[in-house]
């Protein structure tokens, strides 16, 4: 007699339900915002909480996003604020591990100040396949993951999120990174160059450009990375100009396009 396996959604369910109360490091991004909804799903909202990072290096939208969602699932949400860490300050290889375990542990200890003893990430299969040091910062403080409980990868969270009701803004959101992402290694971080960085792709994705990437070299060289289907929109719309003027108001002196377009954590190349 064959057993019929399990939904994705089903194995989540088995893997929060005995958890009973659950706090989720909630960035804004997809992960975090599907696994939050299916935690109000399957716990109840009385019995999720979602504790949101504030750092120079998150993007803003992702915050303004996981307030608008903590609404809508009528969740408490806890923002704690952070300034650049200091070793962070010249933006080491090692940032992700340092980043993670110093958010992680201010984050675990607010979570259990309000009664909810586990904290969760929303880490899932395809996690594993990039180059992520912060992992190992979460199995040393005991993050769980239940989308990687659960076996689940991205595609999964996406059709997980459409079940859920979310909408496609959530459902549809491309996989974005922190900001000290579009950075240098080993060279000074400032908010101001962060918030460049921000205002520069937030503007890029209000001509359709969802998946750009703006990555700075120095002080003054921003180079666009595109997806191939968004390659073709800024050319084909004529987009060049109306891009290269936005950024130089921001502050760039030089835009470039990368030809061989997006490619996830180039930055962590050697230069």
Same mark, same amino acid.
């Given at each position: 007699?064959?057993?019929? *396996?399990?939904? *994705? ?146 595609? !999964? ?61 120095? !002080? ?52």
């Amino acid at each position: 007699m064959t057993t019929t *396996p399990q939904t *994705p959604f089903e194995r989540l369910r088995a893997v929060l339900l005995p958890r009973k109360r659950i706090a989720v490091a909630l960035s804004g991004g997809l992960d975090s915002s599907v696994l939050l909804a299916a935690a109000v799903r399957i716990l109840g909202a009385d019995h999720c909480l979602a504790l949101t990072a504030r750092t120079p290096y998150v993007m803003e939208e992702e915050v303004r996003d996981s307030t608008a969602l903590c609404r809508r699932l009528g969740v408490r949400q806890e923002k704690l604020a952070f300034p650049i860490l200091p070793a962070l300050a010249n933006n080491p290889p090692l940032r992700c591990y340092l980043c993670k375990h110093a958010l992680f542990s201010s984050l675990a200890a607010r979570a259990a100040e309000m009664g909810f003893p586990l904290l969760a990430d929303g880490s899932n299969l395809d996690d594993l396949d990039d180059y992520r040091p912060g992992r190992k910062a979460l199995q040393e403080l005991g993050i769980p993951s239940p989308f990687l409980e659960a076996s689940m990868d991205k595609e !999964d969270i996406r059709r997980l999120a459409c079940r859920l009701g979310l909408p496609e803004s959530v459902s549809g959101k491309p996989a974005y990174a922190c900001l000290l992402t579009r950075l240098e290694h080993n060279r000074p971080v400032t908010e101001v160059l962060l918030r460049r960085v921000d205002a520069a792709e937030s503007f890029l994705r209000t001509l359709g450009l969802k998946g750009c990437r703006v990555r700075a070299h120095g !002080d003054s060289l921003a180079r666009i990375e595109l997806p191939e289907k968004e390659r073709r929109l800024f050319w084909d719309g004529q987009l060049a100009s109306t891009a290269a003027r936005r950024l130089r108001e921001l502050g760039f002196r030089h835009i470039t396009l990368d030809l061989e377009g997006y490619s996830r954590g180039s930055m962590n190349e050697p230069s």
